[in-house]
């Protein structure tokens, strides 16, 4: 029997036994409609809640009169504020009177009733927890420092939860694309000679019901295996008068009792107490931390949530190496299409373009082979299949999904069985139309991965009564796999689609010149240095997140105990952490954007302190940033964004021209470029100029590298690593800006890069000036029309406006907004958003309201995808553009600044 369908039969296991749970705790089951009164109970209660268990009726009181009213009140409190989801119980410990022990619950409420888990706390209960804090710090501190391997992780983060819980061992299990897994990492027991590291288990192990459930609830726990459960007791009244009197749905209680049928596969794997906690990423089940113990096995309460702690930190951690490995994947591939097109723009055959010389679409999506099929001729590359099998497959592809560019399978012989001969070679294929008539097309071909080890048969076997059971032998079990190989990537088609369209623009409409791509190649390039920056940041944003975690978590559980006093400090940590990711977030966003020009008049020196921060982040440790502010520095005329981008660009070969660590010196100074030098350089003009320098104590450049290191796509590093398009952008926004870029460079000693920017001597720009400190109200009654068509910006920016004495009019659309202006109201300043719905955009009603008040001044605020529209060079006189997200401080300023 095939995986799949034991997938597909276990997936309709009931993942718990209804009406028990496991006897290690009680439960209270409280309908909020029904007066908060307790409707159901563990058998175990009383027990549980009482030293001296005496008969006191638990089902058919009060929460309160069980539990305490402070309990009681906090309770109904959450409750009322929806803050009971079951994905986050409420964690609180609480004393009854008269007890001596103290009770650890959690409490969450699903479908309609409220659930509250009591488990009472031993002796030992509080000093675990102290140690458990220590444990989990230690664990962070090393996962933070650990190198980008998902393995090296793995094993730091299994050693630490092991060390914090005591299990005999303790797995990490990743899931695949299609639900198998496997165990990334181990550690164990010298004396347990059972080993699962390395090997796959099928999806069916873990069930799709199993799963969506454990994306949601965090842990299972099972103290112990063969504990007798323990039933539910619910007041029969109640119970009848249910509308639909199904059994009480206990998926997220932690005290719910497993599946049977994985409880014997517990059996089956000689384990008996365990624990696993979900690792989620980006909202999905990446995998999950398995816990494993031969005997029973009772952790603390604060021993589980510093190992389910552990195990969020992980799951962040991993989440950034993942996001780091794509990045560096696509940038390669992104490379690699750059080259591809340059090279198609020069060449008179597209067939020769794409399959000769070094770089070849044989090297794109690590495929075994390629071929392309343009004009009537075949081209194959790398290992393929005969050309008239390939005439054949295409036949078929192209009565495929008709409506599509793009064909993908990474399980080919199963659609197509005439290639099954070539699995080897060719299990996955990926085709790229190039036109509608579907004439010519490109086809990449991946092999099938070879060989799976197993934790046991994966093939499940069937009981005489047809049900599926879970396998008994957990040995290594190889299986060659046949037909099936890597899928194809998201952004891999992403990619193969801009292959095409830049084939389609540069080649078949003729558009033969290299300018037609620098847009094109001029992002990706931007995708690149975001692609980097990521990579360097990621690290801090997790820092960051951390804070943020760890003080809200505080503050939780002060809460929960009712402490209030040193709350300020948590919050405000909270908000200092948040702030700061808040502020990298948004220098990456303004990064990547598409800018529209805007040169003014800028103080350099305040633009590079103001990004001391992100080049330190992006350089990291290894490396001393110097920054060198000189007194009475010249201002300049420049795109403030521009120069930002040119200076992280060069902070960026600086660092990797030190891999081994060194000094980044940023210096900006007065210089005069004297008639001299102007005739020794035929471009330059004699004059005035602020000249920022980059200087690093790196490798340095041979002068045959550094005669070319200006030129577009020229690089030194390895393949896959960069476009070489940095130095270039930078020597393109000095010319624009009417400056010049030089390099000194020397080999063994460094790099200097130099960019002169020539002295600005016209009117000081208000904006440019040094931030007000108060917020700048109205001189007068001026007014200010606002047309946006999101309610919550438009009503905050009018409220802005307002409380600085402006009087104001709203519109939602341009056309609105365009009635007001052709009416004879009075306006003084027009605030619009770009993308604006109705036929008339912001760009347009400006236009359209300047053709009846020339004099009218205009702001536009903009989103990321509508720049766009105002790219196309620089702004009209009197127009202005701020980019969202902004500070309202800084939108008052702004206003001021133009009135
Ligand atoms: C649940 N199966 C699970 C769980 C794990 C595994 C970790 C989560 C519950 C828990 O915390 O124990 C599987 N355990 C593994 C794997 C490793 C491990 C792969 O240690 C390897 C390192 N299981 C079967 C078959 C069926 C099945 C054939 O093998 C179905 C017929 C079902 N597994 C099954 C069900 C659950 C489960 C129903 C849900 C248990 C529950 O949450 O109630």
Redesign the pocket.
């Known amino acids: 029997m095939s995986g799949w369908a034991?997938d597909v039969?276990?997936s309709y296991?009931p993942?718990?036994i209804p009406g028990t749970i496991q006897p290690y705790g009680a439960l209270l089951v409280v309908d909020p409609a029904l007066r908060w009164t307790i409707v159901a109970a563990s058998r175990n209660a009383s027990a549980v809640l009482f030293e001296t268990p005496w008969l006191k009726a638990i089902i058919g009181s009060s929460i309160a009169q069980v539990l305490g009213t402070v309990f009681a009140k906090a309770l109904l409190h959450r409750f009322h504020e929806e803050r009971l989801g079951g994905e986050a119980p409420w964690q609180s410990t609480l004393t009854l009177p008269d007890q001596p022990f103290s009770l650890d619950a959690s409490s969450h409420s699903h479908a309609g009733l409220v659930l509250v888990e009591l488990e009472r706390s031993r002796p030992a209960d509080q000093a675990e927890a102290m140690t458990a804090g220590r444990l989990l710090q230690e664990a962070i501190v090393e996962l933070r420092g650990t190198r980008n391997s998902l393995e090296a992780l793995g094993r730091v983060a299994a050693r630490h939860v092991r060390l914090i819980t005591g299990y005999e061992r303790v797995?990490i299990?990743k899931f695949d694309a299609e639900w198998n897994?496997q165990?990334i990492a181990e550690l164990k027991n010298d004396d347990w000679s059972q080993s699962?590291d390395g090997l796959h288990?099928p999806a069916?192990?873990?069930?799709a019901q199993?799963r969506a459930?454990y994306q949601r609830s965090p842990m299972?726990f099972?103290p112990d295996r063969d504990a007798t459960p323990m039933p539910l007791d619910a007041d029969p009244v109640w119970m009848s008068a249910r509308a639909a009197p199904q059994a009480i749905d206990l998926s997220f209680a932690r005290l719910r009792s497993?599946?049977p049928?994985?409880m014997q596969?517990?059996r089956n794997?000689g384990v008996n107490g365990?624990?696993?906690m979900s690792i989620l990423h980006e909202q999905t089940l990446w995998g999950?931390v398995?816990c494993?113990h031969r005997r029973p096995h009772h952790p603390s309460p604060g021993q589980r949530t510093a190992a389910a702690a552990l195990t969020d930190v992980f799951a962040l951690r991993v989440g950034s190496n993942e996001r780091a490995a794509t990045d560096q994947a696509r940038r390669r591939e992104l490379a690699l299409l750059s080259a591809l097109l340059i090279h198609m723009a020069d060449a008179e055959d597209v067939t020769a373009a794409l399959t000769e010389g070094e770089t070849t679409i044989g090297n794109l999506f690590s495929s075994t082979g390629a071929a392309v099929l343009y004009n009537g001729t075949v081209a194959l590359i790398g290992e393929t299949p005969p050309e008239t099998d390939i005439l054949e497959l295409v036949a078929w592809l192209r009565t495929q999904n008709t409506a599509d560019k793009l064909f993908q399978t990474n399980a080919l012989s199963a659609a197509f069985p005439a290639w099954t001969r070539y699995t080897a070679i060719a299990s996955g294929v990926l085709a790229v139309f190039l036109a509608a008539d579907r004439s010519d097309v490109l086809l990449w071909f991946r092999q099938e991965p070879q060989i799976v080890n197993w934790?046991g048969s994966p093939h499940?076997d069937a009981s005489e009564s047809g049900s599926?059971?879970?396998?008994l032998s957990f040995e290594r079990w190889v299986e060659t796999r046949h037909g099936v190989a890597t899928p194809w990537d998201d952004w891999e088609l992403e990619i193969a689609d801009s292959l095409r369209h830049g084939i389609m623009e540069v080649v078949i409409r003729g558009l033969r010149k290299v300018a037609d791509l620098n847009d094109r190649l001029r992002q990706s390039q931007k995708m690149e240095a975001v692609g980097q920056l990521t990579g360097g940041l990621a690290h801090d944003f997790n820092n960051l997140l951390t804070g943020i975690i760890g003080s809200l978590e505080l503050i939780g559980h002060r809460l929960g105990q009712g402490r209030l006093a040193d709350l300020d400090r948590y919050i405000g940590a909270a908000m200092t952490s948040a702030n700061r990711a808040a502020s990298l977030t948004h220098r990456l966003l303004a990064f990547s954007r598409r800018q529209t020009l805007d040169p003014r008049p800028l103080d350099v020196n305040r633009l590079i302190s103001s990004m001391e921060d992100l080049i330190r982040r992006t350089t990291g440790p290894g490396i001393h940033v110097e920054t060198v502010a000189s007194g009475g520095l010249w201002r300049t005329l420049c795109d403030a964004n521009q120069l930002e981008n040119a200076l992280l660009n060069l902070a960026i070969n600086a660092r990797d021209a030190m891999p081994e660590g060194g000094r980044l010196t940023i210096e900006a100074t007065n210089a005069r470029l004297d008639d001299d030098y102007a005739d020794l350089h035929p471009d330059v003009i004699a004059g005035q100029y602020v000249a920022i320098s980059v200087t690093d104590t790196g490798s340095g450049m041979a002068a045959e590298v550094k005669a070319r290191a200006f030129d577009p796509f020229f690089t030194t590093k390895p393949l896959g690593q960069g476009t070489g398009l940095g130095l270039s952008m930078v020597y393109g926004f000095a010319k624009q800006s009417n400056g010049y870029t030089t390099i000194y460079s020397e080999i063994g000693q460094g790099t200097s890069v130099r960019l002169y920017l020539p002295r600005y001597l016209g009117k000081d720009d208000a904006a440019a000036a040094a931030l007000p400190v108060l917020l700048p109200s109205s001189q007068g009654s001026e007014i200010v029309l606002v047309v946006d068509d999101e309610p919550v910006v438009r009503m905050l920016i009018g409220d802005v406006l307002r409380d600085l004495g402006y009087a104001v009019i709203e519109a939602a659309d341009g056309a609105e907004g365009l009635r007001v202006l052709d009416s004879p109201q009075p306006v003084d300043l027009l605030i619009s958003d770009v993308g604006l719905p109705g036929g008339l955009n912001g760009r347009q009603l400006a236009d359209a309201a300047r053709v009846g008040r020339p004099d009218l001044k205009v702001l536009f605020i903009t989103g990321y995808a509508e720049n766009a529209v105002l790219s196309d060079g620089m702004l009209a006189p009197a127009m202005q553009v701020m980019t969202k997200p902004f500070a309202l401080d800084a939108l008052a300023a702004k206003i001021r600044s133009m009135m």
């Open positions: 034991a039969s276990c296991e993942i718990h797995v299990y897994g165990a699962l288990f069916s192990d873990i069930p199993a459930l299972r099972v497993l599946s049928i994985h596969y517990h794997m365990s624990i696993s999950l398995i494993h934790g499940a599926i059971l879970p396998r």
